[in-house]
């Protein structure tokens, strides 16, 4: 469900209008609140990142406190495409 809920957020961030933009931010959120409820770390690592990404545009503090606490979870696999593309996001905000 959270993949799922993300992908929908992902999909809606690609059209370029105000209202789906909002709509992506909710299906992030969505996705972040089930991947918790689930201990599903990478997928709330990839929710993160792509919420993150969204609200960068506005609001860098913001989008860095999002995203920080899902990838200071993980103790390894930083070579996975995951990892790498939420520190580069991190690294872009600091």
């Known amino acids: 469900m959270p993949e799922l809920l993300r992908i929908k957020g992902r999909l809606?961030?690609?059209e370029d209008n105000p209202n789906s933009?909002?709509?992506a931010e909710v299906y992030f959120l969505e996705s972040l609140d089930w991947a918790r409820k689930q201990g599903a770390w990478s997928w709330e690592l990839r929710a993160a990142t792509d919420?993150?990404?969204q609200r960068q545009r506005t609001n860098a503090d913001e989008a860095r406190h999002i995203l920080a606490p899902s990838y200071a979870r993980f103790t390894e696999g930083f070579e996975t495409a995951d990892l790498k593309a939420a520190n580069q996001l991190l690294s872009e905000l600091a």
Do not use: F, V
């Open 12 to 14: 809606l961030a690609l």
């Open 21 to 23: 933009r909002a709509a």
């Open 51 to 53: 919420l993150a990404r």
